[in-house]
């Protein structure tokens, strides 16, 4: 099937409503003043026009915001910097007019950002899959081997420096400034165990253009992706940086097909295997999946109880994405909860194992 392309108003439209329902009102306000700029043969449809063949799945809209974010926090651009409350500013009427202006006056700084791939790593994301992550530690009563592709930075191959409070269990470390509190719905008995526990002894992962998250460029580029509205997830962001500084987790410039057939070509005795990714799927292509899938397939067939193999996954599923893990031996899937494309809000719930 070829890549979905969506015409370019639609686009934008559709990552206002977007921006506003996951609460960030400045990015939707800018977005509807994008749209009327395009309608207009503006500034924004000289930049965003050219690109608009691209697939659906590059997020063009969130690399052209991102990419004038970033020189919002270089600061290269104080008239909009005034409206960013992530340099300290706060949104006012002229908000749309000096985002148009300042997209105007550095259009060649903008464009040269905008090919850029969308690198949030998004910490919240951690909250989804620690429910996955302990499910696996209980089925194998093994440490863990991380495998993460589309790793971007890592910092969520540091998850298990976090704290995950559920209501019902705990996990992590009680002192870690990254803090998962409130964020799983319903009644404690249908939320995630996290009493096991679970034991990282291997964390390591791959990505096209990895971020390093202990350099200032590396740290720049991961905020210029975070909206720029939500304080949240900036101070999360912060204590995941400050994380990282300390524990290293190395990410491999490489293809994940070819990174993976590497990594699972031999059985990894007394570890439980898990290779993992958080909204990544839509920026890989079918030729990198199917290699991907061939890899954990030869990988399942060699796997066992001493060294078993898990695929855990959080990708979009409409609304909200599906947390799914296939095991080896077996090869079963089974969908183990959902969760928001940031994290929050998570819900638990398995249905029944099927064959992938």
Known sequence: MPPQVVPLDELLRYQARECEAMGSVLYARVLDGVLDDVA???VCAAILRP??????NTALQLRFLGSVHRQVLEG???????????VGGTPGPSLVADFLATVAALRPEIEA???DGVQTNEVGRAAVLVGGYAEVARRSGLPLRVLEV?????LNLRWDRFWYDTGATTFGDPDSGVRFVGWWEGEPADRPDLSTGAEVVVREGCDRNPLDPTTEDGRTTLRCYLWPD???RFARLD???AIAARLPAPVTAADLGEWLEGRLAEPAAGLATVVVHSIVWQYVSKEARDRMRAALRRAGERASASAPVAWLRMEPAGPLADLRLTWWPGGEE????HGGYHGRPVRWGATAAVRP
Do not use: F
């Not at 690109?51 to 659906?56: E, M």
């Not at 290269?76 to 992530?86: E, G, I, N, T, W």
């Not at 589309?150 to 890592?154: E, F, L, R, V």
């Open 51 to 56: 690109r608009a063949g691209d697939s659906v």
């Open 76 to 86: 290269r651009a104080p008239a909009l910097a005034a409206h960013y409350p992530s």
């Open 230 to 232: 939500q304080s949240e």
């Open 239 to 241: 204590a995941a940086l």
């Open 150 to 154: 589309g790793a971007s930075a890592g």
């Open 113 to 115: 950002r905008i090919e």
């Open 40 to 42: 207009a043969g503006g």
């Open 334 to 337: 089974e969908v183990l909860g």
